[in-house]
């Protein structure tokens, strides 16, 4: 076959042959597609039967070697779709099977003669086709041809499916050929990086690629990321693309292609997964009235800080605990309602962060409870510290709608004794001082010097 030139092609050219050895009026190309399903591929001349996509005939069975391959079939044996669409009426047809040669398909050939040639004629069925020596030279010829046939049909349905798969599927592709500057796209990485989907040249890859990077939040963090990739062909890497409030999950790997190393981009939209993630993290980790840590983070983040050296053991400064705790809640929630409570327990927590430092941690300890961990303070400074979260609280009332409901809070603080002193002894002695505090009238703060 030319390189223009199809299995089609080829097998009509080989009909034709046949039919000018035989003489012939008809030679029609089978495939065996089931036991009683024959699929006609083709005939010469063309005729309408060879477009009907299925024949329910049932092949003749006969052993597969010598004359016994070419098999008479009288008219009753042919398929009515034969004998209705001929333009003649068929004295003689013969079946080549070429079955035993094929390695995809069976099936074989029929030729067929009108009455007039069957009458005159009393050859050997073989000597019809052109003797013995051309049935068995004709045979794997043509099974050849129905494989190729098959196979490029096999090739081109999987094609089909691949372009189906590869244009439909929600996840960005690309695809960089590994022998010609170019690079494969579907519909979701075009729309991602500005491009139309199909094939484009791999300069202009590149070239959206790193605009769209750069557009990244984590641009300077995607560029180091990336730089194995002008030096490693074998280089690996997955990471997430910060764009336009999405989260891409971004992988990129060698894939081998007709032995040589092409690259394959897939891109993931993961927003809504990462987004799950953090709700996941904030609704374990946070009180879901204030916002604020709730006590499980609290002793995870604070039970790290007392593991840790004091950096600054020479010049007093460590580590100090404050807990508060609001004074006559039970009668706000009693007088005003609980809904006026909780309006209340998230403003002092709001008040409370506005005056604490970037490293200090503040979480709900508790009701209406809180406790900050102050980070590598003074004793003095730590006074000053608490002293604020006292203050900023009975400055003002609390406005509830048109209530102004005066708050203020007992406080007692605790700087940790020694290195040794664990997070717990230390909280308990922030403990006793807030209750000392409560009992001293409240609105106070309370240490161990008091």
Known sequence: MTSDSTPDDALIAFLQGVSVQSQCRLAVALWQRAPDEVVPLC???TI??????VWRWRLPVSPKTGTHAVQRLSRKELPSLVTAGLPFSPGLALYVDCSAFGRMAGGGFVLIWDEATALADGSADADLVGGEATVQWLRPVYAQLVDARQWEEQNAESAAQFHHVFDSVPQGIVVLSARHPQAQINAAAAALLGLSAGWVSAEVLAQAMRATRERCDNASEL???????????????????????????????????????????????????VRLERFLRMEANHDSLTGLFNRRAFFDRAQVAFQLPSPCPSDGHRLALVMLDIDHFKAVNDRYGHPAGDMVLKEVARRAKSVLRDGDVLARYGGEEFIVLLNVISSDTARVAAERLRTVMDTEPVQVGDRAITVSVSVGLAL?????????????????????????????VVDDAD
Do not use: M
Not at 48 to 53: E, I, K, N, Q, V
């Open 48 to 53: 309408a039967l060879t477009h009907t996509p």
């Open 223 to 273: 560029e180091q990321a990336y730089a194995p990739l002008q030096s490693d062909l074998d280089a690996e890497l997955v990471v997430r693309w910060f764009l336009d409030d999405c989260v891409w999950r971004v992988d990129t790997h060698p894939i081998l292609q007709s032995g040589h190393k092409g690259r394959v981009w897939l891109f993931h939209d993961i927003t809504s997964q």
């Open 416 to 444: 940790r004794s020694s290195g040794s002193e664990t997070l717990l002894q230390t909280i308990e002695r922030a403990d006793a001082n807030l209750y000392r505090a409560k009992r001293q009238g409240r609105n106070r």
């Open 43 to 45: 005939s010469v001349p």
